[in-house]
């Protein structure tokens, strides 16, 4: 069973446009929330990320909302770039000493000039 | 600076080798974690060091992993008697403090079991 899903496994957005990518939990334990973004051939590089004790964290292009009644968060991008076309990969983490993170399956998101 | 560096990019096993996969995390960062990552997938956990300790090895689907980090830097999995199933990207990652969420990672290790 699935902690964290990503249940959009493709999403094709118009250059200009907001991309919104989508993420649902299970476990209210989960006290942090990251996304990654990666390439083909690369790891996963760190984006942006959020406590759950935010709803709201900003960082140019890219905001991420969470909404803990509804254990949901989103990663918008605006305005969506070419160069922005990747694989999207939600995670949480329980907090502790330990930091080893949970993820999702990713959505491939597709930026067309 | 150098980001985490992990060796080889690729690896093709037959089943039954075993296989030795490195991982050079960046300088000076305490935490390193491995993840399994299959494909379509999102990476999956296997083991947390801190410095040379070993955590947390939860993740290691069986006995024929192990990973071991000895003087606290470079961290090698071995993976005994390799199996089809097997057959992933394994991901390298490390982190500056031991509560530091923000993990960089390693391009991985696509190992392949024929």
């Known amino acids: 069973d699935q902690q964290v899903k990503q249940n959009s496994p493709s999403l094709s957005v118009q250059e200009g446009r907001i991309s919104i990518l989508n993420c649902d939990y299970t476990n209210s334990m989960f006290d942090y929330f990251l996304w990654y973004k990666k390439y083909p051939a690369e790891g996963p590089t760190f984006l942006i990320s959020i406590s759950s004790i935010k709803d709201k964290n900003e960082d140019g292009r890219f905001t991420v909302f969470l909404n803990k009644s509804a254990k949901h968060l989103s990663l918008h991008i605006v305005p969506s770039q070419p160069g922005d076309s990747a694989v999207y990969f939600c995670a949480a983490d329980y907090g502790g000493s330990q930091g080893n993170l949970i993820f999702g399956k990713g959505t491939k998101l597709s930026v067309k000039p | 600076g150098a980001g985490v560096s992990q060796s080889p990019r690729y690896k093709v096993a037959k089943r039954g080798q075993d296989v030795a996969l490195r991982c050079d995390p960046i300088?000076?960062?305490?935490?390193l974690f491995w993840y399994q990552q299959a494909l379509g997938q999102g990476p999956e956990f296997l083991t947390y060091f801190q410095n040379e300790a070993q955590l947390d090895k939860s993740g290691l689907p069986s006995d024929r992993f192990f990973a071991e980090r000895p003087e606290g830097s470079v961290s090698t999995l071995k993976i005994q008697r390799t199996q089809q199933e097997d057959s992933a990207v394994y991901l390298c990652?490390?982190?500056?403090?031991?509560?530091?969420?923000?993990?960089?990672f390693g391009p991985g290790t696509r190992l392949t079991v024929t």
């Open positions: 990652a490390s982190s500056l403090v031991e509560t530091n969420y923000e993990q960089y």
């Open positions: 300088s000076g960062h305490v935490s």
